[in-house]
């Protein structure tokens, strides 16, 4: 028995990456899945190698047509709407702040912030008569901690967190649950896409960004699309019945704190620097 037996679930990015894991994670478990994209053909293969329960609908999620379209699709093909998960993105514009463009703010907080408003936003119409309903958005470690991606990619996941919150309290009256899940470091096409490489060549690189990955965080694993899946599983399920407007890290410790190794060798130099400045204040004594 799935996790997702009898449930239909609309995924947005899900032609690659964490999307894609997702997607397959859920037909697995049993869901009728509505995979969306921009990326046509990718995103139809991957509903046509799923087979029954899967359906490609294209929706640019910075249209609200597309995306009003998109929850009205998944109702009527498979009957319901019970999962919607906001998860199509890219970094955007990366500069310094006094160099980055009005347009690049413009384009990258219709696609990270504006998308996932929209998205709630239909997901909750379609859901709010049957009175039950689960909305998961990707959101990012970014949108809690500074100095892990762009200034307003990490501005817009902040706000991706908060809009969760907030959204939660209304919907939870409705018995629609509201939640987001943060990545950390995933090898995902995101990197390869923000140094201007073409989708095909960002999903080849991905799988070579492991060795780079192992040491970004505590625990020792290169993380990878299914943990994440994995997480948004969880949440879109019942076995998270009782969990509403939560963001989940997913990130192998990236952000709890300084690693153990780290304090340590911290500590050792803190023990040398006190041992030298005392020997130094011990030879400048009067009489020494």
Same mark, same amino acid.
């Given at each position: ?9 609309v995924v947005?990015g899900a032609a690659?990456?964490i ?5 397959r994670l +859920?037909?697995?478990e049993?869901?009728?899945? *509505?995979l969306s ?5 990718r ?7 799923l087979g029954?329960?899967?359906?490609y ?6 249209s609200?047509d597309?995306l009003?379209?998109?929850?009205d699709f998944?109702?009527?093909r498979f009957g319901?709407l019970?999962i919607m +998960?906001?998860?199509?993105?890219a970094?955007?514009?990366?500069a310094?702040i006094?160099?980055?463009? *009005?347009?690049?703010?413009d384009?990258?907080?219709d696609?990270l912030?504006r998308s996932v408003f929209l ?9 709010s008569?049957?009175g039950a309903?689960?909305?998961v958005?990707?959101a990012?470690?970014? !949108?809690?901690?500074? !100095?892990?991606?762009? &200034?307003i990619?990490s501005a817009?996941k ?6 969760? &919150? ?5 919907l939870?009256e409705q ?6 899940v943060?990545p950390?470091?995933i ?5 390869g896409n ?6 095909e060549?960002?999903?080849a690189?991905?799988p ?5 990955q ?6 020792? &694993?290169a993380?990878?699309p299914?943990d994440i899946?994995q ?7 019942d076995?998270?019945? +009782?969990v ?8 192998g410790?990236?952000i ?11 500590r050792e130099s803190?023990?040398q620097g006190?041992?030298?400045?005392m020997g130094?204040?011990s030879a400048?004594a009067?009489?020494?």
């Amino acid at each position: 028995m799935g996790k997702l037996d009898g449930k239909v679930a609309v995924v947005t990015g899900a032609a690659s990456g964490i999307g894609e894991a997702t997607a397959r994670l +859920f037909h697995a478990e049993g869901a009728a899945v *509505v995979l969306s994209d921009i990326q046509d053909e990718r995103g139809a293969g991957l509903a046509a190698e799923l087979g029954e329960r899967a359906a490609y609908r294209r929706a640019d999620v910075t249209s609200e047509d597309d995306l009003a379209a998109l929850a009205d699709f998944a109702a009527a093909r498979f009957g319901a709407l019970d999962i919607m +998960f906001n998860n199509a993105g890219a970094q955007g514009v990366s500069a310094p702040i006094a160099e980055t463009s *009005v347009e690049g703010f413009d384009l990258t907080v219709d696609l990270l912030l504006r998308s996932v408003f929209l998205g709630m936003k239909h997901a909750a119409r379609v859901m709010s008569p049957r009175g039950a309903g689960s909305i998961v958005s990707t959101a990012s470690v970014a !949108g809690l901690r500074t !100095g892990h991606a762009p &200034h307003i990619y990490s501005a817009c996941k902040a706000a991706v967190i908060h809009l969760t &919150h907030s959204v939660a309290m209304e919907l939870a009256e409705q018995g629609i649950r509201v939640n987001c899940v943060c990545p950390g470091f995933i090898a995902t096409g995101i990197f390869g896409n923000a140094f201007g490489l073409p989708p095909e060549a960002s999903r080849a690189l991905a799988p070579l960004m492991a060795p780079m990955q192992v040491n970004a965080q505590p625990l020792r &694993h290169a993380g990878q699309p299914a943990d994440i899946a994995q997480a948004v599983l969880w949440l879109a399920s019942d076995d998270a019945r +009782f969990v509403t407007g939560h963001a989940l890290v997913v990130d192998g410790g990236l952000i709890a704190g300084r690693s153990w190794t780290e304090y340590q060798r911290l500590r050792e130099s803190l023990a040398q620097g006190i041992q030298m400045a005392m020997g130094q204040a011990s030879a400048a004594a009067p009489g020494a």
